[in-house]
């Protein structure tokens, strides 16, 4: 039976600051242009969030909800065209910030053409095996999963797979998500996001880029 009352799941993936501490180098980094988001920045404008450094612990939290209850799922995170990262690095350079994705950890076309419904996982410590069928069992009817993420719909196969694979709306954005932090001398504003070049339609909340997702709905 599903549960009455409806979820939203925030998920932010791990990516630490390399400016943790040293706020007046970071605004430099900003300023410059030579900065890219963080953990601390996913968190800001995601509250209430889980952190996650792996695909499967996603999957984890969502087999933790009651059945039926899980409505929307929100990941902040970095990717690129073929693989959406749950973890990685950020190493400034003099002029730009390299940003470092761990492959094992993502989500990609080929981890998920391994699975099946019968595919299992347990979560935590527990002995207890939970099956693909399980997670599909936890989404309420026309619930989304949300990748907040630059060129996560570039590959259209990856999202229809997330789909297909958990039979839930699978939402990418084939622009760039761009996270937009005022700043002054000694303070850093984080909770502002945008699509596109120079972050333009931002806004406070991230759900207002919403209307340029590319979406995909779960064939059976």
Known sequence: MGSSKSKVINLVTTFPNPWQGKIKQEIAAIAKGAWAPSSDDFSAVAPSSYLVDHFYQLLGV????PQGSVSRVNILTHSNPSLI??????????????????VPSALSLQML?????????QVGQSKKKYTVADIRA????????????C???TDPQLLQEFANTFQVTAVGFKDNICFCPK?????????????????SEKGANFTAVDKRGVERKPKP
């Open 62 to 65: 969502v087999l933790q909800q």
């Open 85 to 102: 990262a749950f973890k990685g690095t950020i190493n400034p350079r003099s002029t730009f910030a390299e940003v470092l994705l761990n």
């Open 113 to 121: 053409q391994k699975m099946t419904p019968s595919t299992w996982f």
């Open 138 to 149: 936890r989404f309420s009817k026309d619930a989304k999963v949300f990748f907040y993420s």
């Open 151 to 153: 060129k996560s719909a």
């Open 183 to 199: 700043y002054s001398a000694n303070r850093i504003d984080r909770k502002h996001v945008g699509i596109g070049s120079k972050c």
